[in-house]
């Protein structure tokens, strides 16, 4: 399975919007102080500051002629909001706790496992290879659980949800090949 430089750099572009949105929050509703990584605060409290594409794309490395595409397909699906002009440039257009990494990189790339271009539960094979069908629905199922189940929030964080970090412990998991 590959996941495109497109869906990558969404991704990214995401997160540092979402951790932008979160610095932007400062403290606690109470004002006790500087947030600390991994603590829960509702992302609802403050409107977050717009950020210009030039600097996500310097602070990412995205080429900024990819990343404006990038940034207008995140826009018309509803997960960016943009301004032109002074105070202008980009953020999440909800709390990044309420957008997950799947709804990033379909609205760059579309669903998330094709085989062929269909979708698998769309496949047809002959009755004997019918057990393919199975294996992609169930690599799609797979797919959904760890990129529907992650929010923006949780990358900016660093507060991912146990099963990602219990997949990504088991050491054959860095394994290539395997």
């Known amino acids: 399975m590959r996941i495109s430089a497109r869906a990558d750099y969404a ?3 995401a997160v540092f919007l979402a951790r932008g949105s ?3 929050r400062g403290s606690d509703e109470q004002g006790s102080g500087p947030r600390v990584p991994g603590e829960r605060v ?3 409290q403050v409107p977050p500051q717009r950020i210009s594409g030039e600097r996500i794309a310097s602070e990412q490395g995205i080429p900024a002629s990819f990343l404006e595409g990038i940034l207008s397909a995140l826009r018309k699906a509803g997960i960016v909001e943009s301004r032109r002009g002074a105070g202008g440039g980009y953020r ?3 709390p990044a706790g309420e957008i997950s990494v799947a709804d990033v990189i379909r609205a760059v790339d579309g669903p998330l496992v094709f085989v ?3 979708r698998p539960s769309e496949l047809e094979y002959p009755a004997a290879d ?3 069908v199975t294996l992609w629905v169930a690599l799609r199922a797979s797919v959904r659980r760890v990129l529907d189940d992650t ?3 949780q990358l900016a964080t660093g507060d991912l949800p146990a099963e990602v970090r219990a997949l990504a412990d088991d050491p054959s ?3 290539s090949g395997r």
Do not use: M, Q
């Open 173 to 175: 998991s860095w394994i």
């Open 22 to 24: 979160l610095d932007e």
């Open 130 to 132: 019918s057990d393919l």
């Open 11 to 13: 991704v990214r572009a």
């Open 116 to 118: 062929r271009d269909e």
């Open 92 to 94: 999440l257009a909800a």
């Open 42 to 44: 509702s992302a609802k």
């Open 151 to 153: 929010s923006l929030e």
